[in-house]
C-alpha cells in the first residue's frame, strides 16, 4: 500500500514529457522568449516559457527547438565557451549543457525560488541571482555561486527582500546585481554591499568597462563612471518598461522594453527607433558586433538588425494573430480561422501553412466544410464567407445581420446554423447562399450551436442573467430552454455531440456537462480544473479531447497557468491531464482520426500530435470544495492543515516544488488537524496537495 500511494501522489504533478504535441506554427515557438546570448556571429540561443530553448546556427536564419528536459520558464542564458552553456529559470532551475545545447543537465541549486540572471567569469566560476515577492508581502532574493562548472552551488545570500533580475561582472572579483537596489561584490561575491541604498534600480545591468556601467529600470537609465560609487539619471522614455540594455562599445547601447531605444552619446540622450517592425513586448538585447544585433519578446518574437538598429527584420515565421477555429476535410486538408480576417490552410498535414486571402479583417469565429471544396466561414460583424474552390477564393454572404456570429453548425450539406452573440439564429437550406434570421427573444446571447440532424440541434445562451441550454426540435423554429443542473453561475462556451443522444457542454470554471438522453437531463463530470474550457472533439464515442487555458495565474511569474488539454477514453466519466507546452489560450481542438489531432489558439499557436496527445501530466482527480487551510503562510519551521470537514478517513499530503519534484509526504489518519515540519525546505514557492476520499485540493505555500 505505501507504493501504491506514493505512485499517486507523484503522479499529481506535471511529468515532463516531450515530443507529444509539436509546434507547427508560429515558428520556431510562440512562447515568451526572455534572454537572448550568441558565441558567434552565427550561434545564437534564446530561451523562454515553458522550458523553450531554441537555437540558430546560421546567425537567426532558421531556428531549432531542442528538448531542455523541463516545463519551467527560463529566464536567462549564458555560454562560457562554444560547447558549455546555463540556463536558469523558475523552480530553481540551473541547466547546464556540454555539447552546445544538443542535451541539457538539471544542476542542484538548493533552492525553489526563481532564477532570473545568470553570469560567467571563467569556465568554472559562475552566479546566478534571483528571488520572488507576492502581493508585496513576502519577498525572497537569492545569490548562488559556483566554482566547479555548476557541480555544486554556494548560497551568498538569501534575505527576506526584494528580488535581483540582473548580474554582472567586470572581473573575477567585480560584480553587480540589480533589482530593487544595486548591489556589489569586489571579493567574487563573498559581500555584497547595497551601492544605492535603493535610491537606483533596474531589471538589467551592463558594464563596457571596469568603471563605465549601466543600469535600467522601466523608462530611467542609471549610469556610473566610477564603479558604482555615484549614478547619474537619464530619461530614455518615461511610457516604456525597459527590460534589457547592451553596449557594443563606450558610446553606442541599445535598450529594449515597449520600444526599442539607442544612444551614441554613451547614454545621455537615447533615440526611439521608429523604424523597427512592429513586435510585442520585448524581454532582451544582444549584438554580435557594431552593426549586428537580435532582440527577442512574448510571442516568441525574434528581431535581427544588421545596420546598427536602423532597420529590424522579423524572423518568427508564421502568423501570430489569435487562431479560433479549426477544420479538416481529411488527414492532408486543414484551414484555420482567427483574428484579422485570418484564414490559413495546410495540404501537407500541416507541415506547412499558407495564409489566404479572406477580402475582411474581421474577427473570424468558426469555420466548416461541407465537402472537400465548399467552407463556410463566420465572423464578426455578421461576417460569413463563403468558397467553391478549397480556400483559392472566399466570397462575402449576405447574412442579414450586423451581430457577430461565433459558431456555425452544418448537419448535412445543404442546412446549416449560425448563432449571433446577441440572440439571433441563422439558417440556411441551399448551402449557404441565402440565410434567414429567427431571433430568440428570451435569450440575450448565443454563445455555441451544434446540430445532430436538420432539425434536432442545440445552443447555448444568455437568458434572465443565467447560461443555459437551448433545444429545438423543428429545425430552428422554436426552441425550449434546458436545465443544465449545474450549480455553478459560469460561462458556458460550446456545446458537441457524438450522436443523436450523447453529447457535451464546456464552460468556464472547469464545467463540462454530459448527457446521454438527447439532451433532456445534464450531469456535471470532474474535469480537475476550475479553468475556461473552450473546444471539445471526440474520435469516437469513447475517446474525447478538450481544450482551454488556466485563468487563476500566480502571485509571481510561474509555471502554474499552462494551457489546458485534458483527455477521456471513457466517455467523459473521468478526465486526465495531458501535458502542456505552453501558457497560451486554446481556442479549438480537431482530431482527423484516433491519433492526430490538431490545436489552435493564442497567438497563432498550432500545436499538432500523433499519438493521441502523448503523455498524461497528472492522475486522474476529482476537484473538491475547498475545505483545507494552511497557516502560517509564509512559514519558517512547521505548518498547520486544517479543516472544518470531519475527517473519519486518511489524509495524504504531499509537498512539491515548481518543477514538479516530490519533496514530502506524510499520511494522517482521522486528523482535522495536522502539524507538518517544513524546516528542510529551502525559501522558496511550493505546491501542497490534500487528498481525500472526497477528492484532492492544491494549496501554495511560501517558505521563508
Request: with cysteine; charged share 15%; aromatic share 12%.
Amino acid at each position: 500500500m505505501k507504493k501504491l500511494t506514493l505512485f499517486i501522489c507523484l503522479t499529481l504533478v506535471s511529468a515532463v514529457a516531450f515530443a507529444q504535441w509539436t509546434w507547427q506554427n508560429p515558428l520556431p515557438k510562440g512562447n515568451d522568449l526572455h534572454s537572448v546570448y550568441f558565441i558567434d556571429a552565427s550561434t545564437g540561443y534564446s530561451v523562454g516559457k515553458f522550458g523553450t530553448i531554441i537555437r540558430t546556427l546560421d546567425g537567426g536564419t532558421n531556428w531549432t527547438n531542442l528538448q531542455s528536459g523541463t516545463t519551467a520558464w527560463l529566464h536567462s542564458v549564458y555560454f562560457t565557451n562554444t560547447k558549455t552553456g546555463y540556463v536558469t529559470g523558475d523552480g530553481g532551475t540551473i541547466l547546464k549543457t556540454t555539447d552546445g545545447g544538443t542535451n541539457w543537465t538539471a544542476l542542484k541549486s538548493g533552492t525553489t525560488v526563481p532564477l532570473n540572471s545568470v553570469y560567467f567569469t571563467d569556465a568554472n566560476t559562475g552566479y546566478v541571482v534571483g528571488g520572488f515577492y507576492i502581493l508585496w508581502v513576502s519577498y525572497i532574493r537569492i545569490i548562488l555561486k559556483t566554482s566547479d562548472g555548476g557541480a555544486t552551488w554556494t548560497e551568498l545570500l538569501n534575505e527576506n527582500t526584494s528580488p535581483l533580475y540582473s548580474v554582472f561582472f567586470t572581473d573575477a572579483n567585480t560584480g553587480y546585481a540589480a533589482g530593487n537596489t544595486i548591489l556589489k561584490t569586489i571579493d567574487g561575491g563573498n559581500n555584497w554591499t547595497d551601492i544605492t541604498n535603493g535610491k537606483y534600480y533596474g531589471k538589467s545591468v551592463h558594464f563596457t568597462d571596469a568603471n563605465t556601467g549601466y543600469v535600467s529600470w522601466e523608462g530611467t537609465n542609471f549610469k556610473t563612471v566610477d564603479g558604482g560609487k555615484t549614478w547619474s539619471e537619464f530619461t530614455i522614455d518615461p511610457s516604456s518598461l525597459i527590460k534589457s540594455v547592451y553596449f557594443t562599445d563606450a558610446k553606442t547601447g541599445y535598450a529594449v522594453g515597449s520600444n526599442i531605444y539607442k544612444t551614441i552619446d554613451g547614454g545621455t540622450t537615447w533615440t526611439q527607433l521608429s523604424s523597427r517592425i512592429d513586435a510585442p513586448h520585448l524581454n532582451s538585447v544582444y549584438f554580435t558586433d557594431a552593426n549586428t544585433g537580435f532582440a527577442v519578446g512574448n510571442a516568441g518574437t525574434i528581431l535581427k538588425t544588421t545596420d546598427g538598429g536602423i532597420t529590424w527584420t522579423g524572423l518568427l515565421r508564421g502568423t501570430t494573430a489569435w487562431l479560433n477555429s479549426v477544420y479538416f476535410t481529411d488527414t492532408s486538408t486543414g484551414y484555420v480561422a482567427g483574428d484579422n480576417g485570418t484564414i490559413l490552410k495546410t495540404a501537407d498535414s500541416g507541415t506547412t501553412w499558407a495564409e489566404l486571402a479572406s477580402g475582411t479583417t474581421v474577427t473570424l469565429n468558426s469555420i466548416c466544410f461541407i465537402g472537400a471544396d465548399t467552407g463556410i466561414v463566420a465572423g464578426n460583424n455578421g461576417t460569413i464567407l463563403k468558397t467553391l474552390n478549397a480556400g483559392t477564393s472566399w466570397n462575402a454572404i449576405s447574412s442579414g445581420t450586423t451581430e457577430d456570429l461565433v459558431s456555425v453548425s452544418f448537419p448535412d450539406k445543404n442546412t446549416g446554423y449560425a448563432v449571433c452573440n446577441q440572440g439571433t439564429i441563422l439558417k440556411t437550406t441551399n448551402r449557404g447562399v441565402t440565410w434567414n434570421a429567427f431571433p430568440l427573444e428570451s435569450a440575450n446571447c448565443l454563445l455555441s450551436v451544434y446540430f445532430t440532424n436538420v432539425n434536432t440541434g442545440y445552443s447555448l445562451g444568455c437568458m434572465h442573467g443565467m447560461y443555459t441550454i437551448l433545444k429545438t426540435v423543428d429545425g430552428g423554429i422554436s426552441w425550449t430552454a434546458i436545465s443544465s443542473g449545474s450549480d455553478k453561475y459560469c460561462r458556458l462556451n460550446t456545446i458537441y455531440f457524438t450522436d443523436a443522444n450523447t453529447g457535451y457542454v464546456l464552460g468556464d470554471c472547469g464545467i463540462i456537462l454530459k448527457t446521454v438522453d438527447g439532451g433532456a437531463t445534464w450531469t456535471a463530470t470532474p474535469s480537475g480544473t476550475d479553468s475556461w474550457l473552450k473546444s471539445v472533439y471526440f474520435t469516437n464515442a469513447n475517446t474525447g479531447y478538450v481544450v482551454g487555458r488556466y485563468v487563476y495565474g500566480c502571485l509571481m511569474e510561474c509555471p502554474l497557468n499552462p494551457s489546458i488539454i485534458l483527455k477521456t477514453t471513457n466517455a467523459g466519466e473521468s478526465w486526465t491531464s495531458l501535458t502542456a507546452v505552453s501558457a497560451l489560450h486554446l481556442n479549438s481542438v480537431y482530431f482527423t482520426d484516433t491519433n492526430t489531432g490538431y490545436i489552435v489558439g493564442e497567438n497563432g499557436i498550432i500545436l499538432k500530435t500523433t499519438n493521441g496527445g502523448g503523455w498524461v501530466s497528472a492522475a486522474k482527480t476529482q476537484t473538491m470544495e475547498s475545505t483545507f487551510t494552511i497557516y502560517p503562510n509564509p512559514a519558517t519551521n512547521k505548518i498547520t492543515i486544517s479543516t472544518h470537514s470531519n475527517l473519519h478517513e486518511e489524509t495524504l499530503v504531499c509537498i512539491y516544488n515548481m518543477n514538479g519534484a516530490l519533496l514530502q509526504q506524510e499520511k494522517f489518519q482521522s486528523q482535522n488537524l495536522i502539524e507538518l515540519d517544513v524546516s528542510a525546505l529551502a525559501k522558496g514557492l511550493y505546491l501542497v496537495k490534500i487528498q481525500t476520499n472526497k477528492g484532492i485540493e492544491t494549496k501554495k505555500l511560501v517558505v521563508q
